[in-house]
C-alpha cells in the first residue's frame, strides 16, 4: 500500500512521533570497543557496528503506536563525523540510517501507514558564536542529506536548533540535496528554547518563527531543553501565529544530574498529564 505523502497525513490529522534515541541507547549494556569501534558517545556508529540494536528501537516504538521514527543521525553531519574521524562515511552512515527505520517499518503488516523522518541535529559548533563557517557547516549537512535520500526518508527534521543561522545552512543544505537527487521529502525545523525564554544565542520563539517562515518550511516545532509545562507558552504563541504545521517534542520534565547521570523527573503518567494540559492552554 503506498504511503500518503507526508504532509497530507499530517494535515489530515495528528501523528505521534518516537521519543529519544540517544537516551535509548543509553539504556542499552554496550561497551566502547566492542559496539562503538572505540568511538565513545558517537551513537551514530551504532548503525554500522549493531544495525539490529537500532532497528530494534525503531520497531519498538513503532509497536507502541508512534506512526513516524526518526534516524539515528543526530550527529549524522560531516562536521560533528569528523570529531569521530568518520568523516568519509558520512553518507553511508546516514543512507544505512534511514534503512534500518524503513526496514523496522516494514516489518509491520497491519495495514497503518508508517514514516521515517531524517534526524538532522544542530551539532557542536554554531556560527553565530564563530565555532564554524557558514559554507562549511551547509556542506557538511548537504552531504548527510544526500545520505538521508538515499536511504529513503520521508521528511528532514531540523532539530534541536539554537542558532537561526545555524538554521538556515541546514534547510538550505536539505534543499540543496534535494534539488540534486530530485527529492519531494519536506524540510521540518524544531528550535529549542531555554528556560531563559530563548534560543541558547538570543532569538526568542516569534524571531526564530520569522527567520523559518522566510525559509518556506512547512513546520516548525520545539524539542528538547524544557518539559512540557516550560513549552506551554511558546507554543501557545506559535498557535495564534505560525500559519503552518506545529509539532511538539518536550523532554520528561527539566533534565537533572543525578548521581552523575541524567534523570528527567516526570513520570508517563505525569508526562502526558502536562503535555495535554498544555496542548488544551493553545486552544
Aim: aromatic share 6%; glycine share 10%; net charge negative.
Amino acid at each position: 500500500m503506498t504511503r500518503p505523502h507526508l504532509l497530507d497525513a499530517l494535515r489530515d490529522h495528528v501523528l505521534l512521533c518516537d521519543g529519544g534515541m540517544g537516551s535509548r541507547i543509553q539504556m542499552l549494556d554496550l561497551e566502547v570497543e566492542r559496539d562503538y569501534w572505540g568511538q565513545e558517545n558517537c551513537t551514530e556508529i551504532l548503525t554500522l557496528s549493531r544495525p539490529e540494536l537500532i532497528r530494534e528501537i525503531h520497531r519498538g516504538y513503532f509497536e507502541v503506536g508512534a506512526d513516524m521514527v526518526e534516524t539515528n543521525t543526530f550527529g549524522g553531519s560531516i562536521v560533528t563525523l569528523a570529531e569521530f574521524g568518520l568523516q568519509d562515511r558520512a553518507r553511508e552512515i546516514n543512507r544505512r540510517s534511514a534503512e534500518l527505520a524503513r526496514e523496522a517499518a516494514e516489518t509491520f503488516s497491519d495495514g497503518r501507514h508508517r514514516y521515517v523522518v531524517g534526524s538532522i541535529g544542530p551539532g557542536t559548533k554554531l556560527p553565530s558564536l564563530a565555532n564554524i563557517d557558514y559554507d562549511t557547516l551547509e556542506a557538511g549537512i548537504i552531504e548527510q542529506c544526500r545520505g538521508l535520500i538515499d536511504g529513503g526518508v520521508d521528511a528532514f527534521l531540523i532539530e534541536t536548533c539554537q542558532d537561526t543561522l545555524q538554521i538556515k545552512a541546514a534547510v538550505n543544505a536539505a534543499k540543496a540535496a534535494r534539488r540534486e537527487l530530485g527529492s519531494d521529502a519536506p524540510i521540518f525545523v524544531q528550535v529549542t528554547v531555554e528556560t531563559t525564554g530563548t534560543l541558547l544565542v538570543g532569538p526568542d520563539i516569534a524571531a526564530a518563527a520569522t527567520t523559518i517562515h522566510a525559509l518556506d518550511v512547512p513546520l516548525i516545532g520545539m524539542n528538547c531543553a524544557t518539559g512540557p509545562q516550560e513549552m506551554a507558552e511558546h507554543v501557545k504563541w506559535l498557535s495564534e501565529n505560525w500559519p503552518g504545521l506545529i509539532s511538539i517534542q518536550p523532554n520528561a520534565g527539566l533534565p537533572e544530574l543525578v548521581n552523575g547521570t541524567t534523570h528527567y523527573p516526570l513520570s508517563p503518567a505525569e508526562m502526558a498529564s502536562w503535555s495535554i494540559a498544555s496542548l488544551q492552554k493553545t486552544g
